[in-house]
């Protein structure tokens, strides 16, 4: 089993739709949870950063972990032609770890 | 614009060669970091180097090296190339060492084509 599971999609939803995305992942030692965009051709940039279990809102976008379950999601609201990049999580634990990506799911969003 | 830089864009390149590939962190970050992004693997960590010294180290192969230089820029090189380098390769850097919450900045990425 990957340490960390996404589903690569593709997702294509109509402009306007309430997107969702997810990841799952085995380890527990896991504290740190974030979500990168990444458009074509391009690096990743952060969009969502959270500690521990909860929820976090930024904008159209939400971020929610839930730690007894080892799931985290990533909740796009009014979403936009703009919003279509594959979307990455990531996540590590306390101190000096090293980042653990899920594959990314690709996302397209319909004008 | 993250900030970060990396050059070349796009290598191409033949089985058993050697490469350079070079990153210019943003300015005041001192740790810099190495990933390799391939359709089947996904972003997989390589290696991270923080103010000269390596720190931490992932899935980095014998062939691949990488070194830190006193103005803090990163290169990392590839040796004895086999199809299966052929990969995006991106640079990453942070403030900090790499400690919690010391957010991660990416470049734009070389993209490595071995024939």
């Known amino acids: 089993q990957k340490e960390v599971e996404q589903d690569p999609g593709p997702l294509s939803v109509p402009e306007g739709a309430i997107v969702s995305l997810n990841c799952t992942y085995s380890?527990?030692?896991?504290?740190?949870f974030m979500w990168y965009r990444q458009y074509s051709r391009k690096g990743p940039e952060l969009l969502m950063y959270?500690?521990?279990?909860g929820n976090k809102e930024d904008g159209r976008f939400t971020a929610q972990v839930d730690k007894s379950s080892k799931y985290i999601s990533l909740f796009i609201r009014d979403s936009q032609p703009s919003d279509s990049a594959t979307y990455l999580c990531?996540?590590?634990?306390?101190?000096?770890?090293?980042?653990?990506f899920g594959k990314g799911t690709r996302l397209s969003v319909i004008a | 614009d993250s900030g970060v830089t990396q050059t070349p864009k796009h290598l191409i390149t033949a089985t058993g060669q050697r490469v350079t590939l070079r990153c210019s962190p943003r300015?005041?970050?001192?740790?810099v970091y190495w990933y390799q992004q391939s359709l089947d693997q996904g972003l997989q960590f390589l290696i991270q180097?923080?103010?000269?010294?390596?720190?931490a180290k992932g899935n980095i192969l014998e062939r691949f090296s990488a070194q830190q230089f006193p103005d803090l820029h990163s290169e990392l090189n590839l040796s004895s190339l086999e199809l299966g380098d052929s990969a995006l390769y991106f640079c990453?850097?942070?403030?900090?060492?790499?400690?919690?919450?010391?957010?991660?900045?990416f470049g734009a990425g070389t993209r490595l084509s071995v024939l």
């Open positions: 990453a850097s942070s403030p900090r060492g790499g400690q919690t919450g010391d957010i991660q900045y």
């Open positions: 380890n527990s030692a896991f504290q740190y």
């Open positions: 180097y923080y103010n000269g010294e390596e720190r």
């Open positions: 990531a996540m590590s634990g306390v101190g000096n770890t090293p980042l653990v």
């Open positions: 959270t500690y521990s279990s």
């Open positions: 300015s005041g970050d001192l740790s």
